[in-house]
């Protein structure tokens, strides 16, 4: 371990680890929820349902932060601001996009629970999937990256 290389690194896995652990079960703990919502409120005047389309969103934009937020955050290792701001910011598009979709013409299976419009909502679901998978392993790598150029 010359030059503290491995324990930063070892840093940067639990920080990153610890942040997708939590993520997934927080994300795993609503599917019960969201479930049994829709059986008994089949309409969200507030917004988009519970369904595939809003976990799919959900993961996308959870990667999408983590990635932003986490590798900026290691750049420096000590400064939050910039890169919380810019992970919130891209968060806050792709959902006010996930929104905004049932509200265009020919897209309001979007927002809907019944059984055939989930099956068009399921690439949704499987990208948000891929994306957060992906997003998990490469915001690893740069920020392991990232914080061993960091001098503390």
Wanted: hydrophobic letters at 55%; charged letters at 10%.
């Amino acid at each position: 371990m010359p030059n503290g290389k491995a324990g930063k690194a070892g840093v940067v896995r639990g920080k990153v680890l610890y942040t997708f652990t939590f993520q997934t079960a927080m994300l795993l703990l609503t599917i019960p929820w969201a479930l049994l919502r829709t059986l008994y409120i089949q309409t969200n005047h507030a917004g988009i349902n519970a369904n595939m389309t809003y976990f799919g969103f959900g993961l996308m934009a959870l990667a999408v932060f983590d990635y932003l937020f986490l590798t900026g955050f290691f750049k420096t290792g000590t400064k939050i601001g910039w890169p919380y701001f810019w992970g919130t910011l891209a968060a806050l598009i792709l959902l006010g996009v996930m929104e905004t979709l049932p509200h265009l013409p020919g897209l309001s299976w979007v927002n809907s629970v019944q059984p055939a419009a989930l099956l068009h909502q399921l690439p949704f679901l499987v990208v948000g999937l891929i994306a957060f998978i992906i997003s998990f392993f490469w915001t690893l790598r740069i920020s392991i990256r990232n914080f061993k150029r960091v001098d503390l």
